[in-house]
């Protein structure tokens, strides 16, 4: 054992795989638990697109979190997992009929609609069915987020949403169609937020599109903020944790909900990056003219963040106990994209030293793909060592 992998049993596997550490992600869903409890009303939907590994869908849905689902195989994987749909909210701007019909059939929360033309068709398809479907609109709130630009979606550039100024119109529409009830706002300005004044900003938006609905004596249930929260990459052994209490407390201080309404947040990111690892197998030490690569059997194709995002990830080795050198660590893809780590400093390693890429549980194993005819990993829980 190294650190807290355990690295013997780890050595027989075939790689690469997640490892998801389920104490990591315990204590992750109950500091969340502990900042809730100080508010009636308030409500967290796990961003399902995160992380749908069926174990650790599992462990979240013991918490007694809801779901946030952007896609009608997401809401299937969380009824399967066991999620109330009473707690599934489903989001996304391009819904299919399958897909709303799904969320119809098993009676979601709430659909986050994106647009005039798909809350046409959630009607017509709740009316075919005798329903009422429940939806929250999303707003584009017009809030940057400093993140990495490919991940910002509330700039009026992005796609996601409905402009602001459309807001009223929109619901006085709604409340005359028949087969659809409005509930709630919705919002989402990004993700990997570290800076609590964009959460801020947010509030701040809110209250005054509050302000304008008492105007116009249009009073919702509830509204939902997203998620966004980022963890800390550099550090996933010093912060395990990312910070909720100064996210949730930001949202206590500076949103002003209405008497009643009720608070919904969808935290993808927070609540699983730091629990995953990618465990990869040195294949080979190459030195090249300059530096030293460590060739692994992990590729983008099983953790496409870098590839995608530029994204860090810190590495550690998790066989060697040899100094320190530093190394670029690469996969065996072919593409030149195929770089997990430039220059990194790693205990001296060898072929057959397994790596582990930290901060891998977020958008890495369900971001897989087969390119090159690879396999897709496996993920494993701490409970089955
Ligand atoms: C992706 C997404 C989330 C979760 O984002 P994180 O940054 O992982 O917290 C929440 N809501 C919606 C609508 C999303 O698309």
Redesign the pocket.
Request: aromatic content about 10%; glycine content about 8%.
């Given at each position: 054992m190294k650190g807290k992998f355990p690295t013997e049993q780890f050595q027989g596997m075939e790689t690469p795989f997640y490892f998801y550490d389920t104490r990591v992600l315990r204590d992750t869903l109950s500091s969340i638990r502990q900042e809730l409890g100080k508010h009636d009303n308030w409500h967290v939907h796990y961003?399902v697109?995160?992380n749908a590994n069926p174990k650790v869908l599992n462990i979240i849905r013991e918490a007694g979190f809801g779901v946030?689902c952007?896609s009608g195989g997401e809401i299937e994987a969380s009824l399967k997992a066991g999620f109330p749909a009473s707690k599934i909210v489903f989001?996304g701007v391009g819904k299919s009929d399958w897909e709303i019909n799904i969320g119809l059939d098993s009676n979601i929360f709430c659909f986050?609609v994106e647009s005039i033309p798909e809350l046409e068709v959630i009607n017509g398809l709740a009316a075919e069915k005798r329903k009422v479907a429940r939806v929250a609109f999303?707003l584009n709130p017009n809030v940057g987020a400093h993140t990495h630009a490919n991940i910002t979606?509330g700039l009026a550039e992005n796609k996601f949403g409905i402009a602001m100024r459309d807001m009223v119109s929109i619901i006085e529409h709604a409340q005359q169609l028949e087969n659809v009830a409005v509930v709630g706002l919705h919002f989402?300005i990004?993700?990997?937020i570290l800076d609590m004044g964009d959460f801020e900003a947010l509030c701040n938006r809110v209250n005054d599109l509050q302000d304008e609905l008492d105007r116009h004596h249009i009073r919702l249930e509830h509204i939902n903020v997203?998620?966004?929260?980022g963890v800390d990459y550099q550090h996933p052994n010093r912060v395990p944790l990312p910070d909720f209490k100064a996210y949730f407390d930001t949202y206590a201080k500076k949103l002003k909900l209405r008497s009643g309404q009720t608070l919904h947040f969808?935290?993808?990111?927070?609540v699983v990056a730091q629990c995953g690892s990618l465990i990869t197998r040195t294949l080979y030490v190459k030195e090249g003219a300059f530096k030293k690569f460590a060739i692994v059997d992990a590729g983008f194709t099983d953790l496409i963040r870098p590839a995608l995002y530029q994204a860090y990830h810190k590495i550690e080795n998790i066989t060697s106990e040899e100094p320190v050198e530093a190394y670029d660590v690469v996969g065996p893809i072919c593409e030149s994209t195929d770089v997990f780590a430039k220059q990194t400093d790693l205990n001296g390693v060898r072929r057959g030293d397994l790596l582990a890429i930290r901060s891998a549980g977020?958008y890495g194993e369900i971001m897989a793909s087969q390119y090159n005819c690879r396999k897709l990993p496996k993920g494993y829980i701490t409970e089955e060592f």
């Amino acid at each position: 054992m190294k650190g807290k992998f355990p690295t013997e049993q780890f050595q027989g596997m075939e790689t690469p795989f997640y490892f998801y550490d389920t104490r990591v992600l315990r204590d992750t869903l109950s500091s969340i638990r502990q900042e809730l409890g100080k508010h009636d009303n308030w409500h967290v939907h796990y961003a399902v697109k995160a992380n749908a590994n069926p174990k650790v869908l599992n462990i979240i849905r013991e918490a007694g979190f809801g779901v946030d689902c952007v896609s009608g195989g997401e809401i299937e994987a969380s009824l399967k997992a066991g999620f109330p749909a009473s707690k599934i909210v489903f989001a996304g701007v391009g819904k299919s009929d399958w897909e709303i019909n799904i969320g119809l059939d098993s009676n979601i929360f709430c659909f986050n609609v994106e647009s005039i033309p798909e809350l046409e068709v959630i009607n017509g398809l709740a009316a075919e069915k005798r329903k009422v479907a429940r939806v929250a609109f999303r707003l584009n709130p017009n809030v940057g987020a400093h993140t990495h630009a490919n991940i910002t979606t509330g700039l009026a550039e992005n796609k996601f949403g409905i402009a602001m100024r459309d807001m009223v119109s929109i619901i006085e529409h709604a409340q005359q169609l028949e087969n659809v009830a409005v509930v709630g706002l919705h919002f989402h300005i990004g993700s990997q937020i570290l800076d609590m004044g964009d959460f801020e900003a947010l509030c701040n938006r809110v209250n005054d599109l509050q302000d304008e609905l008492d105007r116009h004596h249009i009073r919702l249930e509830h509204i939902n903020v997203g998620g966004g929260l980022g963890v800390d990459y550099q550090h996933p052994n010093r912060v395990p944790l990312p910070d909720f209490k100064a996210y949730f407390d930001t949202y206590a201080k500076k949103l002003k909900l209405r008497s009643g309404q009720t608070l919904h947040f969808e935290l993808g990111r927070a609540v699983v990056a730091q629990c995953g690892s990618l465990i990869t197998r040195t294949l080979y030490v190459k030195e090249g003219a300059f530096k030293k690569f460590a060739i692994v059997d992990a590729g983008f194709t099983d953790l496409i963040r870098p590839a995608l995002y530029q994204a860090y990830h810190k590495i550690e080795n998790i066989t060697s106990e040899e100094p320190v050198e530093a190394y670029d660590v690469v996969g065996p893809i072919c593409e030149s994209t195929d770089v997990f780590a430039k220059q990194t400093d790693l205990n001296g390693v060898r072929r057959g030293d397994l790596l582990a890429i930290r901060s891998a549980g977020a958008y890495g194993e369900i971001m897989a793909s087969q390119y090159n005819c690879r396999k897709l990993p496996k993920g494993y829980i701490t409970e089955e060592f």
